[in-house]
């Protein structure tokens, strides 16, 4: 099934092999997440855009919660980047991107109190 152009911005081509390369991570998420198919695609191709097949390290992510997110507080970032990286390989990976955007966007409120504990503690 063909949801249309997730973004303008990849053309036709590669945003249908990022959708191929994505549908078993979609798949694996689906039912972890509170996010929608059409959500995740979208989540996915954000971080791939940003990444380009790569992870993204601390640096890189207090920039996009600059950008996307308006945070300022550098202290925060690292905490929550800390959050994020639950394997402790200082990166953020894409599963980890998954479910950290889905608690810190839609997680109820028992999930993000736990979130919050887990960025300071």
Known sequence: MDFGQLDLTLDRPEEVRCRKRFRPIIKEFGNQTKFSREELEGLLIIYYKLTKDQHMDRKYFRRVMY??????????????????D??????????????????????????????CFSVYD
């Open 86 to 115: 639950r394997n402790n390989k200082l990166v953020v990976t894409m599963d980890s991107w998954i479910i950290g955007m889905s608690i810190f966007l839609r997680g109820d409120l028992i999930e993000r109190i736990k979130f």
């Open 67 to 84: 950008t996307m997110l308006n945070f300022q507080n550098d202290v925060l970032i690292d905490r929550i980047f800390s959050a994020f």
